[in-house]
């Protein structure tokens, strides 16, 4: 997670102008949008807490323990009903990398690579060396007066060098260009992947990278009606579907196809079947 997504005074390096290292803490929250701005990628350690990140088609849980390498695309950070109610604290300790500073710090082009990895999220177990290093990082973001220009670019080297080698990449090159190449997925993949998220029309535009404008155009060219009677619809016919399990709350089925509140799940589907979900379900027998 990074400031420019969260309320509060997170703690900060820079080198040459901008955010490299970053601790934040967050009370709680529901959803939160990381939109890229200057081709940042990025890698987040989770100090304590848990969340969930929501991409154009990937939808992955983290805990203590684990971090998230991610390239340079929109995504959102969630909580769980749970986190959402007792308000458990998240923390995280957070790298940004971009691609002017990289070629300075390295001095090549990362654009020079053709080498690609198909994933745009991953998940990343914290290993005893990424552990020492996420400790040293947090020591200087503790104490900023330690951390001079000189030892945050190393620091910086350090890091794409442990992680180029805890995925595998060829070289350290080969590991940068791939996080500055994001693999962007087919509109209807987007739609699909995320059907059932509780997204509004901006967020979900996001996800593919457009204005809510560009997003009603391409969506009406696609589907031949508008997103929100679309989704809704879509929704609806999901719940009908979960209805004939008997085991499954209606209040629950509302949460999961993708609606805020069981008002709005129980007036969409009385338009959808001409009765509420209740009396749909009775009927069923």
Known sequence: M????????PKVLRYKGRVVFEKLRVPTFERMPKVYFEKEACFIFVNEGEFSVRSPTDFLRFKKGNGLLAKCLNYFFEANKEQQTNGSP????????????VHELFQFD???????????????????LLEYFKESISILLDNPELADEQLIKTKLREFVLLMSKTVGAPSELDFLASLFKPNFARFEEVIAKNLYANLA?????????MSVSSFKRKFGEVYGESPIRYLSKMKV????????????????????VGF?????FNRAFKAQFGKPPTNYRHELN
């Open 2 to 9: 990074t400031s420019d997504i969260l309320n509060g005074q």
């Open 90 to 101: 998240v923390e995280v300790i957070g790298l940004l990398l971009y691609p002017e500073l």
């Open 110 to 128: 990362v654009f020079t690579s053709s080498y690609r990895v198909e994933y745009n999220l991953k998940k990343i177990e914290i290993d005893r």
């Open 201 to 209: 029309l901006g967020e979900l535009a996001a996800l593919c990278h």
């Open 237 to 256: 016919h999901k719940a009908a579907e979960l209805l004939q399990d008997k085991d499954n709350r209606i209040s629950d089925i509302a949460y999961d």
């Open 260 to 264: 805020e509140s069981l008002t709005t």
